[in-house]
């Protein structure tokens, strides 16, 4: 089997939510996840109003005790002796900072409450928003690539740990398919199979599930809207060892009104199972996306022995779906562009 070693072009592609595009012919199936992503977000900022409301009684309540407290030894000291009075007076003092200093400790625990069950709504939602899209793109992925790639095969995962897949069957993998994510300089994050993760500042959550295709998802949420880099890593050891050929290819389109760039991987012809990875982010007003990114790509490996593939998206985005997908041919064949584009129509 001869070997064949591209060195791929350097490649950005820069990615705007609102670019004049031309819409491709829109295909019939969509992700049909924005209702329920609607209904979660009305349903936290009434969980929001509602702890408002509480807030606001507890500080009405805290408000009359004080007045009626004051009244009461008013009303007291008025029919007594100066020196009484003056007493009461003293004493009337007393218990006003007594009552305003459980005012304060109240009104702090109102606040911390209000806080926390504001963090923890958030929280929940964005694990929402990243499970909704995720079980939409998996649901529809399995039926779609099994009929649109010719030969398509479904690889074993029959990995020793959760993270990795050992052989795949028929040579697929000597170790391989093992996935980080991280957000600028931070640490790596190492993906678990079937696991979901959230950035402990909110910056992204992760889905991962070990279906066919393989799907990872991460919700961009970028929260304070700076430029940041998000990065999805992946590395192996190829079946392959060396034989058949390599290849990277990008591009972008506009599905409705879902605007997608993505970059193709793929290892091909060496007598084994082929290795197709598909990275994209998804994009669009549906899914409340705001903001610019770009889409980039780093091979350190440049064969076919070993991967170690980085593709990371930059920018100010927020609210933008940054996805992997791994699936495979046998008999191996390589897999144009347009075949990889017509998927992705037919997803969304």
């Known amino acids: ?35 329920s992503i609607e209904s979660n977000r009305k349903l936290m900022w009434l969980s929001v109003i509602f702890l408002l409301l509480i807030f606001t009684v507890g500080f009405v309540a805290l408000h009359f005790s004080i007045t009626s407290k004051v009244e009461m030894e008013c009303k007291s000291g008025m029919n007594t002796n100066d020196l009484q009075h003056r007493n009461t007076t003293n004493s009337n003092i007393e218990s006003i900072q007594t009552i305003l200093t459980e005012l304060k400790d109240q009104l702090e625990r109102n606040l911390s409450f209000l806080a926390s069950s504001f963090e923890s709504i958030q929280e929940q939602h964005s694990s929402y928003q990243g499970n909704s899209f995720v079980d939409a793109l998996s649901n529809f ?18 990995g020793n740990n959760n993270y990795s897949i050992s052989d795949g069957g028929r040579d697929m993998y000597d170790t391989g398919n093992k996935l980080k994510v991280w957000r600028n300089n931070e640490s790596k994050v190492q993906v678990i199979y079937n696991s979901t993760y959230t950035h402990p500042q909110g910056y992204f959550s992760m889905v991962c599930k070990a279906l066919h295709p393989f799907v990872l998802s991460m919700l961009v949420l970028n929260p304070d809207g700076r430029t940041w880099q998000y990065n999805i890593e992946e590395m192996g050891n190829l079946g392959a060892d060396g034989s058949g050929n390599y290849s990277w290819n990008g591009g972008s389109l506009l599905v409705g009104s879902y605007n997608i760039h993505y970059v193709l991987y793929q290892v091909y012809g060496a007598g084994d199972p082929s290795i197709i990875q598909i990275f994209f982010t998804v994009s669009s007003p549906k ?45 191996s064949s390589y897999v144009a562009t347009s075949t990889a584009e017509a998927i992705l129509r037919q997803i969304f």
């Open 141 to 158: 992925s399995s039926s779609i690539f099994s009929s649109s790639l010719a030969n398509h095969y479904e690889f074993k995962y029959d």
């Open 1 to 35: 089997m001869n070997s064949r070693n591209c060195d791929p072009p350097k490649m950005e592609m820069e990615e705007s939510y609102y670019e004049n595009i031309a819409p491709p012919e829109q295909s019939t199936t969509r992700v049909r996840n924005n209702e």
């Open 287 to 331: 899914l409340g996306s705001t903001g610019f990114s770009s889409l980039h790509y780093v091979d350190s490996q440049k064969n076919t022995d070993q991967t170690d593939n980085k593709v990371y998206m930059s920018g100010t985005a927020h609210n933008v779906c940054f996805n992997y997908i791994l699936t495979s041919t046998y008999p």
